[in-house]
């Protein structure tokens, strides 16, 4: 006889962009959306400063760190481009120094903890748009109840009438003993319309899928 898992899908509305650094993906999560990168506001850059910009980041503080104090964005960046062999991550240095100025950047790195996307933000590699208007118009979970190995899938939608800018989906699961797992998903910028986004849970790993301590709590932020 299968054991039956049950999801309770509670959801916590809001955009933000570059408010909270990015959780190191999760096993249990599989973004599932079909591509539309064609829709986006610009090219897919954005994505890959993303993705480089928490090494990035932690590599720009230790070259604070051991030089001291430097003169100029160019020779910060150098270091930073010599350290990780990346003539790009070297090139968003060199933009999200020279927006800020070498002193105000500094400052930022080390007292700030950036967060990614406000850091490609920065370096004008990701959009920004400050008349974002996105509203979830559309949430569920399918199927509502299935055994252990199921795959139950979140599907959502949200609506823009202005566009939006640069921002993420963050995913937390909870079982009944408050053990959590949960992972984030890049949202680029988006014209305005309608969007999907439909994200697969992994049960046969998930957390504690014993069906006789309770139900699981699920949490969406944007």
């Not at 309770?8 to 933000?16: C, P, R, T, Y």
């Not at 590599?59 to 001291?68: K, R, S, T």
């Not at 920004?128 to 979970?141: E, L, M, P, S, W």
């Not at 319309?193 to 932020?221: H, Q, V, W």
Request: charged share 20%.
């Amino acid at each position: 006889m299968h054991k039956l898992l049950s999801i309770i899908l509670l959801v916590v509305v809001g955009f933000s962009n570059a408010t909270r650094s990015f959780n190191t993906p999760s096993k249990n999560f599989e973004r599932l959306i079909a591509d539309d990168r064609e829709k986006n506001v610009d090219l897919d850059l954005c994505p890959m400063c993303i993705n480089e910009a928490v090494a990035a980041i932690n590599v720009i503080l230790n070259a604070i760190l051991d030089e001291g104090i430097l003169a100029d964005c160019d020779k910060l960046c150098s270091i930073v481009a010599n350290k990780t062999s990346s003539p790009f991550i070297g090139t968003m240095c060199t933009l999200a120094c020279d927006a800020l100025g070498i002193d105000e950047f500094i400052h930022f790195i080390i007292a700030a903890d950036p967060d990614p996307i406000w850091y490609c933000e920065i370096a004008r590699l990701c959009p920004v748009n400050d008349n974002g208007d996105a509203k979830f118009v559309k949430f569920g979970v399918l199927p509502s109840t299935g055994p252990q190995g199921t795959t139950f899938v979140i599907d959502c939608s949200f609506k823009s009438l202005n566009g939006t800018g640069t921002s993420m989906l963050r995913l937390d699961i909870t079982d009944p003993t408050n053990e959590t797992d949960s992972s984030d998903f890049l949202i680029e910028a988006k014209k305005p319309g309608t969007y999907s986004e439909r994200i697969g849970l992994k049960t046969l790993t998930a957390l504690n899928c014993d069906p006789t301590i309770g139900k699981f709590n699920f949490n969406m932020y944007m």
